[in-house]
């Protein structure tokens, strides 16, 4: 059942005056559809734009419509908190990643669990589904590891080591390529899918703090990773060269998504803010206060719709107005 | 003769040829190999010299002893088969468990890593994957996975005796601490007990203030990284 609590539409207007005399480039209404029981630590939209995935400390998984923001059912199966979850590339599947050490794959269309994965041996942080129909499943856990599953066989495939501390997000290319990870440790890694090559590719440095989240882009050209300061980065791929530093928020940034358009990301912050980047040019298309920490954000494919995820509970939609003009740049180094 | 003798030995090749191909199809066989490391779970650090026993009933064991890195492997496993794993080193909690080896029909690694939990007086494990919800002392959904393990070795461990000790998740109200640490010990050894554990082989101890070893952090923290107060698990007695 739809749980509407506040049931007015905020504008987003509201929330733009915290940068009095910029104009945004874009704008967006907020309202919340629904909630958990306690904070909701991520959001994840499907590859279709219609349904999208939330997860909370409330141990449970959510699934909503889109763009109605209908609640569709709750799977519940695991045994702490729910940290992390990433649809399949067909969107018939959803991975799921938990502090009770295990990775769950669920039907979306039944809403049911098909099986758990075990082999962490600590908190499992972060989950990419492969998006090119492979059926392979990377994970990252606070055990310092990477690893890659076959759902075809439910079991895992390799184990990635060279963190050298936990292992807080990955993120698959969307060619199915590569997969990279953020640590701790300060840096970012990239690692070869194909089952034998157990090295890393590559590891890029620049990070003065733990990295909390790392992002390909759709056509996989761009890796955007954000740190405990507030700060993200900008990188070429497969190159690793990289392109920009943006000082983004004044907190830890827990959640970046790219739109299908490759050029604009999306940061979300305990620091209350949701904010919208053309990480070509480092200016800063959105800003929105949400009033309460946020843990997640996503946006459907052109970005006129973002979900959030805060620490109060609420799962709320961004739904975009109207464009405005003006610029806003961000605090390039 | 000549021609008798070809013949015979061309049939001769034959039988040696698809011998010979029948051997290479066994080897061939799908098999399934097992890797990891092996940590103590006190410290998180590699143990060398645990011995792992991949057994399945009826047929010899698959045996394996970590290294100097705490790395292990055993291999010959059967694919989709079951086996009891047994990890053992003087000086550790002696673990068994079942492994189902993945059904495959070729050759696969696959990575398992072991926690063996120290046992010596006064050895202090702490309890990674937290029982309890944030200032709740009722054991959370899934908190017997853990102590499901811990009740199995003490089982298994029978002269071994521990202590259960708890920690607050503020340093707000005392008090309300002591009653909180107190309860989620309780919590603890109730289901301890429940599982075949004598209750005298389990002590309690609560705290009223935040654990010194692992204090609260003053920023904000990452998701994954909120505050709930230690519990640790102390060996009293071997």
Known sequence: ?333 | MIPRMMIVLFLLSCVFTVKSQAQDNSALEAVVSVTGYVYDGATREPVNGVKVTFTKRGHNPNIATSNKGGYYLVTSLEPGETYVVRVEKPGFFQDEFEYSVPNTNRYQEVSRDLLVQPLRKGATIPVYVHPFELNKSKLKVGASEFLDEVAHMLRLNPNVSIEISCYPDSDENESANMKMTNERCDAIRSYLTSKGVEAKRLSIRAFGETDPRNPKPIRKTPKGKRYIGSVYMTITSI
């Open chain 1, 1 to 333: 059942m739809r749980n509407i609590f506040f049931a007015g539409v905020v504008s987003a207007a509201l929330f733009l005056g915290t940068i009095p005399g910029q104009a945004q480039t874009r704008a967006y209404n907020m309202e919340v559809i629904g909630e958990h029981n306690d904070e909701v630590l991520g959001v994840f939209v499907n590859d279709a734009d219609t349904q999208f995935a939330s997860c909370s400390l409330d141990e449970t998984i959510k699934l909503w419509s889109l763009p109605q923001g209908e609640e569709q059912a709750t799977l519940t199966g695991h045994a702490g908190q729910v940290n992390h979850i990433s649809f399949s590339g067909d969107d018939s599947m959803l991975a799921s990643v938990s502090s009770d050490r295990s990775v769950r794959v669920w039907d979306v269309k039944k809403a049911e669990q098909m099986y758990a994965l075990k082999g962490h041996t600590a908190e499992v942080m972060g989950v990419y589904f492969s998006q090119d129909g492979s059926g392979l499943i990377a994970t990252g856990s606070f055990d310092g590891t990477v690893k890659l599953w076959d759902t075809e066989f439910q079991s895992e495939i390799k184990t990635l080591r060279e963190h050298k501390l936990g292992v807080n997000s990955v993120a698959y290319s969307y060619d199915g390529k590569y997969i990279a990870s953020g640590s701790d440790d300060h840096t970012v890694k990239v690692w070869s899918t194909d089952f034998d090559t157990k090295e890393s590719l590559m590891t890029l440095r620049g990070h003065k703090a733990p990295v909390l989240i790392v992002q390909y882009s759709f056509d996989s050209k761009i890796l955007a990773t954000a740190d405990q300061d507030g700060v993200i980065k900008i990188w070429s791929m497969p190159s690793g060269e990289l392109l920009r530093t943006i000082n983004a928020h004044t907190e830890l940034i827990q959640d970046l998504a790219f739109a299908a358009d490759n050029t604009t990301l999306l940061s979300s912050s305990p620091d209350h803010h949701v904010k919208m980047w053309n990480c070509e040019t480092g200016d800063k298309v959105m800003d929105m206060d949400m009033g309460v920490e946020v843990w997640s954000a996503d946006l459907v494919s052109n970005g006129s719709i973002v979900v959030v995820g805060c620490a109060d509970g609420t799962v709320r939609l961004l739904t975009e107005k109207a464009a405005s003009g003006g610029n806003n740049k961000g605090d390039e180094e």
